[in-house]
DNA sequence: CATATGATTGTTAAA
DNA sequence: TTTAACAATCATATG
């Protein structure tokens, strides 16, 4: 019997007064964005660390993990398709096509991963928690870009030790 | 050479 | 409650 709820819901309720987002295009899906912001952050972050060394990214949600499968579906039917835009499009009006059903997987998966997030959160609101003083790492490689071969020669020193696979399974 | 951009929707944190 | 911004991708484009 919930018939009064009273002053909980009662003010979107009748009139989406409100609803400001996605005017139509979004435009930019912002307001007014520094543009740069966004991908800036990504990358910037990544020498930025000083203060966030382990910050956990959002996680990927639903419609992200089922881009995931797209994009690679998608490459091999356009294997020359270059923009990022156009799976990005694709992808939305498939998803938007595809039924409760079909995403609750995705959204399965996007469930774990929230809750791996949580995790991460405390563990990194701990780090926080603890300020470890001196924690200053001088990596002013603001121009060195390790691009993914950084590893040069690297002969053979036999330097790998060994490595320990833990695997830790924790339900 | 390094960084920005584009396009999608969902989720999350803050006001 | 509602707003605002970010999450991945990757070739192209610009400084």
Redesign the pocket.
């Known amino acids: 019997m919930k018939i009064a709820k009273g002053k909980?819901?009662a003010?979107?309720?009748k009139k989406?007064?409100?609803?400001?987002?996605?005017d139509r295009?979004?435009g930019?899906?912002?307001?007014?964005?520094?543009?740069?912001?966004?991908?800036?952050?990504?990358?910037?972050?990544?020498?930025i660390t000083k203060k966030d060394p382990d910050?956990p990214?959002?996680?990927?949600?639903?419609?992200?993990v089922?881009?995931?499968e797209f994009?690679?579906i998608y490459?091999q039917e356009h294997p020359n398709?270059?923009?990022?835009?156009?799976?990005?499009?694709?992808?939305?009006?498939k998803?938007?096509s595809m039924s409760a059903a079909e995403?609750a997987p995705y959204?399965a998966k996007?469930?774990i991963?929230?809750s791996d997030?949580?995790k991460l959160?405390t563990a990194y609101s701990k780090k926080q928690e603890t300020d470890d003083g001196g924690a200053d790492e001088e990596d002013d490689y603001?121009?060195?870009?390790?691009?993914k071969s950084e590893v040069d020669g690297q002969d053979d020193s036999d330097e790998s030790v060994g490595e320990d696979e833990d695997d830790e399974d924790d339900d």
Do not use: C, D, Q
Not at 32 to 43: D, F, G, I, P, Q
């Open positions: 909980g819901a003010r979107t309720e989406e007064v409100s609803l400001p987002v996605e295009k979004i930019k899906r912002k307001a007014a964005l520094k543009a740069t912001e966004s991908s800036k952050k990504r990358a910037a972050k990544e020498k910050k990214k959002r996680p990927p949600s639903s419609f992200f089922f881009l995931e994009r690679k490459k398709m270059k923009a990022v835009s156009a799976v990005g499009k694709a992808g939305g009006e998803w938007k995403k959204e996007a469930a991963k929230k997030y949580g959160m603001k121009h060195s870009h390790r691009s």
